[in-house]
């Protein structure tokens, strides 16, 4: 075990670092294109490219780590994502920054999709479970650091671009460093949908709807503030207030669905976000704290959407199914990510920019509906609490990550499909 500590820790490490500067990325191009007056729409756009290149390179990545090998993809994809970043503040031009943010996705995934590789090679099947949490812990602390980054040096020039650089270019040390075998090459996901909507409807609608939520929230969160009037420390906060919400709600939400019908949860955490939503848009421009603590709960109950459809899709399939399945369910979860910033970059720019929190309470109260209809038309459910695996918190990261999830170890028995 101590063997293998430093090489863990080295690359946990590195991750956190990638995240960093992509949480601040985020936040700096939200800023900027504010300042520069684009329209909310056309800033959706230029982060639904992010979100677009990090689905197809889920797809053309595998393929390239495969001709040249990990540690050749790595070091090209590393030198363009450490480099990108500083384009951005050559050229303030929508169509080339979106350019540039599909490029940005494209790699970044390439990335992670060789580190996470790596760490399924160094974490033993006993170990795969806490590497696991490790990973989520470290990825979401991680994003709401990046996210208060902003606050150091000129937000407008320069300097936020460069950090990011740096960010980038700094995580390579302690993964290209560490002394890791080389990984058997990933395959690109299956995304059968049909199959899986026949599986669980509730489960691939939630996964797209998580999609639209999370990826709306991190490319206009910071625009949004910006344009109801909050100090640059006020929208930092509200970011990195509502990640870090995110990530303390996973377990209590998680063991309550562990021990009800999901189903029923996933549509009470709905419901609650919706409302929440619906009182953030009411204090919007009027109370900066309390709209940061109403971040707080809004982000701890819709940032378990997606684990919650995991969780429930798994309770449906065979455990041989896991990764395919979760595979197919990451890659719609980024569909609605890049769908979303789109969507609500238009309804902020028609009805002003507090109608984000109108869009997150709609895209909720939309799933709450089809819970409720699915659950009348399937009642039947097969995840009762003594055939359930147990909740496990989820991001969307790559597929390689998913081979560490503890639920895909063994075998066990099939189960039909429900709701």
């Given at each position: 075990?101590?063997?293998?500590?430093?090489?863990?820790?080295?690359?946990?490490?590195?991750?956190?670092?990638?995240?960093?500067?992509?949480?601040?990325?985020?936040?700096?191009?939200?800023?900027?294109?504010?300042?520069?007056?684009?329209?909310?729409?056309?800033?959706?756009?230029?982060?639904?490219?992010?979100?677009?290149?990090?689905?197809?390179?889920?797809?053309?990545?595998?393929?390239?780590?495969?001709?040249?090998?990990?540690?050749?993809?790595?070091?090209?994809?590393?030198?363009?994502?450490?480099?990108?970043?500083?384009?951005?503040?050559?050229w303030l031009n929508p169509w080339f920054w979106g350019g540039l943010r599909f490029v940005t996705g494209v790699c970044l995934v390439g990335l992670y999709i060789v580190v996470e590789s790596w760490l399924n090679v160094l974490a033993q099947s006993h170990q795969r479970g806490?590497?696991?949490?490790?990973?989520?812990?470290?990825?979401?602390?991680?994003?709401?650091?990046?996210?208060?980054?902003?606050?150091?040096?000129?937000?407008?020039?320069?300097?936020?671009?460069?950090?990011?650089?740096?960010?980038?270019?700094?995580?390579?040390?302690?993964?290209?460093?560490?002394?890791?075998?080389?990984?058997?090459?990933?395959?690109?996901?299956?995304?059968?949908?049909?199959?899986?909507?026949?599986?669980?409807?509730?489960?691939?609608?939630?996964?797209?709807?998580?999609?639209?939520?999370?990826?709306?929230?991190?490319?206009?969160?910071?625009?949004?503030?910006?344009?109801?009037?909050?100090?640059?420390?006020?929208?930092?906060?509200?970011?990195?207030?509502?990640?870090?919400?995110?990530?303390?709600?996973?377990?209590?939400?998680?063991?309550?669905?562990?021990?009800?019908?999901?189903?029923?949860?996933?549509?009470?955490?709905?419901?609650?976000?919706?409302?929440?939503?619906?009182?953030?848009?009411?204090?919007?421009?009027?109370?900066?704290?309390?709209?940061?603590?109403?971040?707080?709960?809004?982000?701890?109950?819709?940032?378990?959407?997606?684990?919650?459809?995991?969780?429930?899709?798994?309770?449906?399939?065979?455990?041989?199914?896991?990764?395919?399945?979760?595979?197919?369910?990451?890659?719609?979860?980024?569909?609605?990510?890049?769908?979303?910033?789109?969507?609500?970059?238009?309804?902020?720019?028609?009805?002003?920019?507090?109608?984000?929190?109108?869009?997150?309470?709609?895209?909720?109260?939309?799933?709450?509906?089809?819970?409720?209809?699915?659950?009348?038309?399937?009642?039947?459910?097969?995840?009762?609490?003594?055939?359930?695996?147990?909740?496990?918190?989820?991001?969307?990261?790559?597929?390689?990550?998913?081979?560490?999830?503890?639920?895909?170890?063994?075998?066990?028995?099939?189960?039909?499909?429900?709701?």
């Open positions: 075990m101590r063997n293998l500590l430093l090489p863990l820790m080295s690359l946990l490490s590195g991750v956190g670092l990638l995240v960093v500067g992509t949480g601040l990325l985020f936040s700096v191009i939200g800023a900027q294109a504010g300042s520069a007056n684009f329209p909310v729409l056309v800033t959706g756009l230029i982060m639904s490219a992010y979100f677009g290149g990090f689905i197809f390179g889920t797809y053309w990545c595998p393929a390239v780590i495969r001709r040249v090998g990990h540690i050749r993809a790595f070091a090209a994809m590393a030198s363009i994502a450490s480099t990108v970043p500083l384009l951005h503040a050559l806490k590497v696991f949490a490790a990973y989520m812990a470290i990825s979401g602390v991680a994003m709401a650091l990046g996210n208060w980054l902003i606050l150091v040096g000129d937000r407008l020039g320069f300097v936020p671009f460069v950090m990011v650089s740096i960010m980038f270019s700094f995580a390579l040390l302690p993964i290209t460093l560490t002394p890791v075998a080389e990984p058997e090459p990933t395959a690109a996901p299956k995304l059968a949908l049909m199959a899986l909507f026949a599986t669980s409807p509730i489960g691939v609608l939630g996964a797209v709807a998580s999609g639209l939520l999370t990826g709306a929230f991190y490319s206009l969160g910071h625009v949004f503030g910006q344009r109801v009037g909050f100090s640059e420390l006020g929208i930092a906060t509200f970011m990195a207030a509502t990640i870090l919400g995110g990530a303390a709600f996973q377990w209590p939400v998680g063991h309550l669905s562990d021990r009800n019908d999901r189903r029923w949860v996933l549509f009470w955490v709905c419901a609650a976000g919706a409302a929440v939503a619906m009182a953030g848009f009411y204090f919007a421009l009027k109370s900066e704290a309390a709209l940061i603590v109403l971040g707080v709960v809004y982000g701890g109950l819709t940032f378990t959407v997606y684990g919650l459809c995991v969780a429930h899709v798994n309770d449906l399939i065979d455990r041989s199914r896991v990764l395919q399945v979760t595979s197919g369910l990451l890659l719609l979860h980024g569909v609605g990510a890049t769908v979303g910033p789109t969507l609500a970059g238009g309804l902020m720019d028609w009805l002003g920019p507090g109608s984000l929190l109108l869009y997150f309470t709609g895209v909720l109260v939309s799933l709450a509906v089809l819970i409720v209809y699915f659950i009348r038309a399937i009642p039947k459910n097969r995840g009762e609490p003594g055939q359930k695996d147990g909740f496990v918190a989820m991001g969307s990261s790559s597929p390689a990550l998913l081979q560490l999830d503890p639920r895909g170890e063994s075998a066990d028995t099939v189960r039909e499909p429900s709701a």
